[in-house]
């Protein structure tokens, strides 16, 4: 599958973004999928993840209850919605995808996906 992540900008602190990532081929709901950030001089993060079926959603302590993730499988998209952005939350953010079932832990874990899109910059401004 291939991923192509947009929707990122420039923003005001305490401001809102949305994410889009749309996935090619016709198995977008056979993937679990999630989001991770990379700020500059740091390693990437785990951010959020969603499953399948878009009944189980995760999330970063740092993000949770600001950030919210869905999914719409008849379009392939995923979505990252990004409220009362903070400065440290300036990154590239990177969408990805996993075919395997495995475990929750695996949603957080940035070795158990298999495909990645190309990053779209956040920059919150304060």
């Known amino acids: 599958v291939q991923l192509q992540a947009s929707g990122g900008g420039l923003v005001q602190a305490g401001g809102s973004l949305r994410l889009s990532c749309a996935a090619s081929?016709?198995?977008?709901?056979?993937?679990?999928m999630g989001w991770f950030r990379q700020a500059p001089g740091k390693e990437r993060e785990f951010v959020g993840a969603?499953?399948?079926?878009?009944?189980?959603?995760y999330y970063a302590a740092s993000v949770k209850g600001r950030f919210n993730i869905s999914r719409d499988n008849a379009k392939n998209t995923m979505y990252l919605q990004m409220n009362s952005l903070k400065s440290e939350d300036t990154a590239v953010y990177y969408c990805?995808?996993?075919?395997?079932?495995?475990?929750?832990?695996?949603?957080?874990?940035?070795?158990?996906?298999?495909?990645w899109g190309q990053g779209t910059q956040v920059t919150v401004s304060t």
């Open positions: 990805a995808a996993r075919g395997s079932p495995g475990t929750e832990t695996d949603y957080y874990t940035e070795r158990a996906y298999d495909f």
């Open positions: 081929g016709r198995t977008f709901s056979s993937y679990g």
């Open positions: 969603i499953s399948m079926s878009g009944h189980s959603k």
